[in-house]
């Protein structure tokens, strides 16, 4: 399996930080995990389109981590509109319960009705365990509680051929972030608070490393980041109570595992 991170950033982006998305590459099929704002410009900074990919993979609807969603999917609209490009193939779009009701909302918020009487792209309800090919994935309810609203969050862990790469999506510390990334070969973990500052929100940087050193994560990788975050040694901190390696996250920075 190789991963590309193409967003390590939230809310907050710029030309060093995109939002938060992941590029899955196994068995010969690719996954984008996530379509945060920018995630289309770094696709295409690493010759990516999206018509090359075969599954989307939604952590949960916060537009931090789906902004690029419907420019994704108006350019499948858009080729049939325009007849200058044959969609071969669709993605399949997996999010939390509503992820069709959510593209045509936002269809008729942005005033572009484009998908009424046009079903092409095939939208799933996450479920518990999903098989596409040789890759399992594993989705596990987690908490994150934003302005007092609680949202329908996913960790996500992904396994082929005797590999598991784990995504936390946006998490506290609880038991569904734990059991997804239990043995982990490679967990790519939200960290958006340095330690001591968790909340209903996010877990911090002390968190994390408890997790990691509970389930015998072999490395970890901190992403989604804001800007007090910047300045503080989080590698350090994760590090005070995890002893495997921890990286902290880069746009663009490739991983295999």
Known sequence: ???????TGSFYADKNRSGAAYLLEADGKKFLIDCGPGTLMRLSQIGVAPEDIDYVFL????????????????????????????NE??????????????????????????FENWSEIRYETIGRKTKLGNVVVTAYRT??????????????RFECE?????????SVKDAGVEKASRKADLFICDTSYVKGRASAAHMDTLEIGEIAQANTVKKVVLTHFYPNTEGADLVSEVKEKFTGEVIRGEDLMELDV
């Open 162 to 170: 005797g590999k598991t790469f784990v995504f936390s999506g946006d």
């Open 59 to 86: 952590s949960h609807f916060h537009a931090d981590h789906t902004s690029d969603l419907f420019a994704f999917q108006m350019r499948f609209r858009l080729n049939e509109f325009f007849g200058t490009k044959r």
């Open 143 to 156: 908490k994150h509680v934003a302005f007092g609203v609680p949202a329908k969050v996913f960790s996500l």
């Open 1 to 7: 399996m190789k991963i590309t991170i193409l967003g």
């Open 89 to 114: 193939k669709l993605p399949v779009i997996y999010g939390p319960n509503g992820i069709k009701r959510f593209t045509r909302k936002l269809s008729h918020a942005y005033q572009l009705y484009a």
